[in-house]
């Protein structure tokens, strides 16, 4: 993976100037609230307020689930389709924790040589695919995996502009957390499994719990409530392997760009490729629309 200076905000702020200096309109911060339709093809939006916005052709990057089930009403659209996108598998589970550190993590014996160089700037604790296999099964059952998985970069390493000299800011991530769970129980299971994550760590830096200035810890219902993702599920849909190139996100969507409503189109991670900053579903979303239309 790479890191960008400036982080990956800097990769949305210059596609938004190119949208601009292409003659595009931008509108931040703005909930559409409805995708419009007459007689059965697609003709724009309404927004959080009742404005209308008018279009030949309306593009989706939500996920298909908010798409079809959250901006339109799902009595217009085939019960067949419906059906199959109420299956889309929304367990995309994951926690995520920004870090103050007071100063690096020191790893210890055979673990020692992730103190050289920079490779403390990107690291994964994964440990066997049995591991994972015990976590997913755990997170399936409603439990905090007993010993997480973890991804842990310290991009100040990389940039020592992002803390004040000698301090570092560091990110963590675990897989599986347990959003099977009910919802009444994830405020107490994210605490659980950010204790954990940290504990993780611990284990192979034992300098690491002490070396915490601050933290914050997110877990699914942020993701879902910051981004109108699904179940706070990133991945716009899991890929299992009957889900895979044309597959995606539901057999028969060949690739998920074109839907059955006339001029509506996704193009975000729920599409072919995706997930992941690729830029890759929404490339091919718009060779499908310029088949289409031209
Ligand atoms: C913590 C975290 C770390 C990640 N790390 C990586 C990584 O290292 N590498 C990688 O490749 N991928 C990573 N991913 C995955 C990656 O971010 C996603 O796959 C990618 O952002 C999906 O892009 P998208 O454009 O399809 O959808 P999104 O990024 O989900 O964009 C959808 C947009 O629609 C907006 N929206 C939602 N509802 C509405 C509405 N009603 N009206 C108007 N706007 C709305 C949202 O605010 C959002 O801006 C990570 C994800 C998370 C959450």
């Known amino acids: 993976m790479h890191k960008l200076k400036g982080g990956?905000?800097?990769?949305?702020?210059?596609?938004?100037?190119?949208?601009?200096?292409?003659?595009?309109?931008?509108?931040?911060?703005?909930?559409?609230?409805?995708?419009?339709?007459?007689?059965?093809?697609?003709?724009?939006?309404?927004?959080?307020?009742?404005?209308r916005v008018t279009s030949g052709v309306t593009v989706s990057n939500l996920d298909h689930t908010a798409t079809f089930t959250g901006l339109m009403d799902e009595a217009d659209l085939p019960a067949d389709f419906i059906y199959a996108i109420k299956q889309i598998d929304h367990r995309g589970a994951y926690v995520q924790m920004q870090v103050a550190l007071e100063?690096?993590?020191?790893?210890?014996?055979?673990?020692?040589?992730?103190?050289?160089?920079?490779m403390r700037g990107q690291m994964g604790i994964f440990n066997s695919a049995e591991l994972l296999e015990r976590s997913w099964d755990q997170c399936r059952r409603g439990k905090v995996p007993d010993d997480v998985c973890v991804g842990f970069q310290i991009p100040s390493v990389l940039d020592d502009s992002l803390a004040p000299p000698g301090k570092h800011a560091a990110t963590l991530f675990a897989y599986h957390f347990p959003v099977?769970?009910?919802?009444?129980?994830?405020?107490?299971?994210?605490?659980?499994?950010?204790?954990?994550?940290?504990?993780?760590?611990?284990?192979?830096?034992?300098?690491?719990?002490?070396s915490i200035l601050h933290h914050a810890t997110f877990a699914p219902y942020h993701y879902e409530s910051m981004f109108g993702c699904t179940n706070g599920d990133f991945t716009h849909g899991l890929i299992h392997p009957e889900h895979l190139?044309?597959?995606?996100?539901?057999?028969?969507?060949?690739?998920?760009?074109?839907?059955?409503?006339?001029?509506?189109?996704?193009?975000?991670?729920?599409?072919?490729?995706?997930?992941?900053?690729?830029?890759?579903?929404?490339?091919?979303?718009?060779?499908?629309?310029?088949?289409?239309?031209?």
């Open 8 to 51: 990956l905000g800097a990769v949305s702020e210059g596609l938004a100037e190119y949208f601009e200096e292409l003659g595009g309109e931008l509108r931040l911060h703005t909930t559409i609230e409805k995708v419009l339709t007459e007689n059965g093809k697609a003709v724009g939006v309404e927004l959080r307020g009742g404005e």
């Open 245 to 294: 190139i044309e597959f995606r996100p539901v057999m028969g969507s060949d690739g998920g760009y074109r839907t059955p409503v006339p001029n509506l189109y996704m193009c975000g991670s729920g599409c072919a490729p995706g997930p992941g900053v690729t830029f890759l579903p929404g490339y091919n979303s718009a060779h499908a629309i310029l088949e289409d239309v031209a």
């Open 180 to 210: 099977t769970a009910p919802r009444s129980e994830h405020g107490k299971l994210k605490d659980v499994m950010g204790d954990r994550i940290i504990d993780k760590v611990t284990r192979y830096a034992p300098n690491f719990r002490e």
């Open 103 to 118: 100063e690096l993590p020191e790893f210890t014996e055979e673990w020692s040589f992730l103190n050289e160089g920079e």
